[in-house]
């Protein structure tokens, strides 16, 4: 699998809203920096994402002008705008921000996310 098909699995899995998908592409090293807070554990990044499922109800996912600023053998960094919308108390919502995220290649070829860095824009 290549770096962009890893974005695009990942932005796939989490627009699941299980994060036993979610987990399959992340780093067991993955750190994510978001506006509120900081996750250094896979279960805080679980916490933090099963708790924002339950307040954005069917919420969806998205990347928009995707740039791969650095790739080498070892890793990939892409910059993109985020976007979400879903239900929050039965109110239709929507938003964006600024993302970037690292991925890391594993010796078994695959490519996984080790930092995700969310912020408004």
């Known amino acids: 699998m290549s770096y962009e098909k890893a974005l695009d699995q990942y932005i796939s899995a989490t627009n699941t809203h299980d994060f036993n998908n979610v987990r399959k592409v992340l780093h067991e090293q993955?750190?994510?920096?978001f506006s509120d807070k900081t996750c250094t554990t896979v279960s805080e990044?679980?916490?933090y994402?099963?708790?924002a499922w339950n307040l954005i109800k069917e919420e969806v996912y998205s990347a928009e002008d995707?740039?791969?600023i650095t790739v080498d053998e070892g890793s990939a960094t892409c910059i993109y705008t985020y976007r979400y919308?879903?239900?929050?108390?039965?109110k239709f919502v929507k938003g964006s921000g600024r993302a970037t995220n690292i991925f890391k290649?594993?010796?078994?070829?695959?490519?996984?996310?080790?930092?995700e860095h969310l912020s408004s824009l």
């Open 30 to 33: 993955a750190i994510y920096w």
């Open 85 to 90: 919308e879903g239900y929050y108390k039965s």
């Open 105 to 115: 290649k594993e010796e078994n070829g695959s490519w996984k996310l080790i930092h």
């Open 66 to 68: 995707v740039k791969w």
């Open 49 to 51: 994402f099963e708790n």
């Open 45 to 47: 990044i679980q916490s």
